[in-house]
DNA sequence: TATTAGCACTCGATGTGTCTGAGTGCTAAC
DNA sequence: GTTAGCACTCAGACACATCGAGTGCTAATA
């Protein structure tokens, strides 16, 4: 049997359909929405053919149809023409009143839940192999020196140290030079032991403050690459009775709460170079086991100083596909243009 | 009519009985359950009473008993003998792999969600009115200088600015002298206007730059000031279906995802001095209209720094209060020796 | 006078049977 | 190939009976 045109217009009509109503779709229904003008006896024969197939199936007998995952694979696929959205109104909610990075992308969360009523993850932008670009100390009182430490992309960090007796200020300054001719536009790989070792030598009585520095160094690169996930809305899903019972969904909401899984999810997206970098996981095909029941759009955003960063929907299988992955489009699109007029 | 001992007995044995089960409590579980030997009749005699006097309630005629707000606020009050707690092996579970403030913050939540099985929050220490300790500006590449700014508490801020060439060492110098004798020890309101005009003149051409500063000073300062909030454990609501329908146990769930209302919720709290710093809100008391149906104690901690934070456990009403305020008491002990190792 | 046994009563929960309506598959006619 | 029509299925709504936990009240008891 061949999936014809007929038979793709009438899988259309039922997702589409149900999209709306989260109601199975009977024959009649599609007999009078679409412009086929068939009785409701036609699609009922085209319906079977269509289960046959696989692309949609009863929850029970005498119940209508609602589509499989291969069913919403195609659709996805082949069938869905992207939709204009309210990006502007996103646009505009979003330039009020924010500072930090961090509640940029918190607010990105926020803003992208309210607009859709689904869960949204942003994560903040990674850059991949972190190098140094500038370290230093000072003094900050007569017990407490201050490594401030910054890294590719400008991740930032500080590390407090207390010592037994102030630095005199020549002190400090070799220091600082010590730490900049060695270790500038190093990564983590480039330090290894032998420079370690010297570095200590040359720093003399201060051996143990370089210790520190060296651990705050690696701290910093660290974080540097790993992965901060926010996310908001999760609440929604209590919306979409269809998820399955209470317990069910309350495994997948402390999979969002927990970030445990979620993870996994990040780096499979950003690993995965698609044309635009969207990507639609439905149902059993998304890597978290909690989320067999959802469908999850993710995107890819891309900044001008090399930093990627993954924006994601997660949602009922029936969610509006059309305006989650045009919204996602222009979104990762503007991000690099917000993020520059706000840092 | 008063409450005398034996009507006493009885509450709390109505009490303790529906923390264990969650249903309502019959007069023949009571006869048998405690050492009174009284007829169920009669403890429905006393139970009667105990109603008039408004400590129990029934959900519905024919039904047992269940507290009101008033019977758990005296059950609180009087009658609650502190419990020894599984604290050792909380303790055990928080020390393991936690590097950063923040982090712990995160863990500390989590562990004690987990522990307990109702939601917690947990803030981040807040220093009132924190003042300068410490500015310095460097240069860390040709078109970019960098602002640390340390607080009292150790809340350092960092600020990147674009300038147009890069500045000498002995420019920097001067900027940073200029700065520390002007703002060290300062709080927000020592900051005046005439103060930032006159940095501004002797800055000359770097005026700009002050400009920068200053707005840092203030993001720094504010931030100090503000609170960051963690949740956990937020899903363990689903657990208590007496908290009501879906829908208003959502709304609670969106009240902590959205820290809306958890700000006057800390506010509270943190400027209330109880003998012990533990707070009780029971059902209607909490400051949080979504939360009248769960009962909310807060602890405040304190750091030898003088940073002063909240924690906070969200449950329904019939949560074990002793385990509950034991574990708190515990906890805002512990806290300042936990930082103290972890810094 | 305080306690208890006993009884009638209430009311939510549970279970059962019936009905309805949406939807199907199949067959025969167009 | 399409359609009308019909018998059939099944979930959900509804009415109704039953059950049992729990109550309040009264009269008997210690």
Do not use: W
Request: net charge negative; charged share 25%; proline share 2%.
């Amino acid at each position: 049997m061949e999936l014809d045109e007929r038979k793709q217009k009438i899988l259309k009509a039922i997702i589409s359909n149900y999209l709306e109503t989260g109601e199975p779709v009977g024959s009649r229904t599609i007999s009078k929405y679409t412009d086929l003008n068939l009785s409701s006896a036609t699609i009922r024969n085209e319906m079977a053919d269509l289960e046959e197939l696989g692309y949609i199936m009863q929850p029970h007998t005498s119940a209508g149809r609602i589509p499989t995952d291969a069913g919403y694979r195609l659709y996805v696929d082949r069938m869905m023409v992207e939709k204009d959205t309210e990006m502007e109104e996103m646009k505009t909610q979003l330039l009020e009143r924010v500072d930090k990075m961090e509640s940029l992308l918190k607010q990105v969360a926020k803003v992208l839940a309210y607009n859709t009523n689904y869960a949204t993850l942003v994560t903040a932008p990674q850059y991949q192999n972190s190098k140094l670009k500038f370290i230093q100390l000072s003094q900050v009182d007569e017990h407490q020196l201050l490594a401030v430490i910054v890294v590719d992309g400008n991740v930032i960090k500080n590390k407090l140290m207390e010592v037994n007796r102030p630095l005199e200020n020549d002190e400090i300054l070799k220091l600082n030079v010590l730490l900049n001719t060695f270790l500038q536009g190093a990564s983590l790989q480039d330090i290894n032991l032998e420079m370690i070792q010297t570095m200590k030598n040359q720093a003399g009585e201060f051996a143990d403050i370089m210790e520190n520095i060296f651990q705050g160094i690696a701290e910093a690169i660290h974080e540097a690459d790993e992965v901060e996930i926010y996310t908001s809305g999760t609440t929604n899903m209590l919306k979409y009775p269809e998820l399955g019972n209470l317990e069910q969904t309350t495994r997948l909401l402390e999979a969002l709460e927990d970030r445990q899984g979620l993870n996994e999810l990040i780096d499979e997206t950003i690993h995965s170079d698609n044309a635009n970098g969207i990507q639609v996981y439905i149902g059993e095909e998304a890597p978290v086991s909690s989320m067999k029941d959802c469908s999850i759009v993710t995107a890819t955003y891309e900044l001008a100083e090399g930093g990627k960063g993954t924006i994601g929907i997660i949602g009922p299988k029936r969610m509006d596909y059309k305006k989650v992955v045009s919204t996602l489009k222009n979104l990762t699109g503007e991000l690099d243009t917000i993020f520059k007029k706000k840092e």
